[in-house]
C-alpha cells in the first residue's frame, strides 16, 4: 500500500487566497484526521470522519476552515480566504477500527500564506 | 479532558546511553497510549502502543515504554541511543470515547557522537 497520500506537499500562497488541501487515505481504512502542526501550539486536530461523517469538527479554527469527504478515498481541507497565521504543517491521517488502533499519518503539507 | 504532558522539550544523550522520554497523562480510566516518532519534514510514525493489554510495551527500534497507573506514567526508554534516533518523540492519548489523538507538546532528542 502507498500509505496516506497528500497533495501538495508545498503551498504558498498570499493573503486571501483559497487553498485546498488533498488527502487520500489508507485503503480500507474508515477514520480520517485533519491535524495541524505549528511551533506555538504543537500538534492540534482540526476535525475527524468516521465512515466519511464529521464525528468531531471542534478543532476547526473558524469559518473560514471546512473539510468534506465525499467518499472513503477522498477528502478536502479548505481554508478560504487564507490569512498568514494558517501558515503551518497540515497532517492528514487514517485509520481502521477503534481508539487503540494506530493512525498512519501522511507526509504532510507545507502552508505558507504570506 | 484527557491530556498528556511531556517533560523537557530537548533531550540530549551520547551514543551508547541510556535514553529516556518522560510521558505524564491525566485520566482517571486509563486511556489508549502511544508514543509517535517524527523525523525531519516527515510525518508521525508509530513507536508503540498501550492497550491494557501489558503494562511493559515493546516497540520498534529497540523502543520500550511501561505504564505505571499509580505514577500516572508512560515513560519512553531504550537502552543505547544510536544517531539515528535523533528525531522528535510525541507521547499521545487516545480519550476515552474518542478516536481522535490528544498529543504532547513533544520532546527533540539530540544525540552526540
Known amino acids: 500500500d502507498a500509505g496516506v497520500i497528500q497533495s501538495p506537499r508545498h503551498e504558498v500562497t498570499e493573503m486571501g487566497q483559497e487553498v485546498t488541501l488533498r488527502c487520500k487515505p489508507i485503503?480500507?481504512?474508515?477514520?480520517l484526521f485533519w491535524y495541524r502542526q505549528t511551533m506555538m501550539r504543537g500538534l492540534e486536530l482540526l476535525i475527524y470522519?468516521?465512515?466519511?461523517?464529521?464525528?468531531?469538527d471542534s478543532g476547526m479554527p473558524e469559518d473560514r476552515f471546512s473539510a468534506k469527504m465525499p467518499n472513503a478515498s477522498f477528502s478536502t481541507l479548505k481554508i478560504q480566504p487564507s490569512e498568514p497565521r494558517d501558515s503551518a504543517v497540515y497532517f492528514c491521517?487514517?485509520?481502521?477500527?477503534?481508539?487503540?488502533?494506530?493512525?498512519?499519518f501522511g507526509p504532510g503539507t507545507r502552508l505558507t500564506v504570506l | 479532558a484527557q491530556s498528556v504532558t511531556q517533560l523537557g522539550s530537548h533531550v540530549s544523550v551520547s551514543e551508547g546511553a541510556l535514553v529516556l522520554l518522560r510521558c505524564n497523562y491525566s485520566s482517571s480510566v486509563p486511556p489508549y497510549l502511544f508514543w509517535y516518532v517524527q523525523y525531519p519534514n516527515q510525518g508521525l510514525q508509530l513507536l508503540l502502543k498501550y492497550t491494557s493489554a501489558a503494562t511493559l510495551v515493546k516497540g520498534i527500534n529497540g523502543f520500550e515504554a511501561e505504564f505505571k497507573k499509580s505514577e500516572t506514567s508512560f515513560h519512553l526508554t531504550k537502552p543505547s541511543a544510536h544517531m539515528s534516533d535523533a528525531a522528535e518523540y510525541f507521547c499521545a492519548v487516545s480519550p476515552t470515547g474518542r478516536r481522535a489523538l490528544t498529543f504532547g507538546s513533544g520532546t527533540r532528542l539530540q544525540v552526540q557522537p
Open positions: 491521517a487514517s485509520s481502521l477500527g477503534g481508539s487503540e488502533n494506530e493512525q498512519f
Open positions: 485503503s480500507g481504512h474508515n477514520s
Open positions: 470522519f468516521n465512515n466519511n461523517v464529521p464525528i468531531d
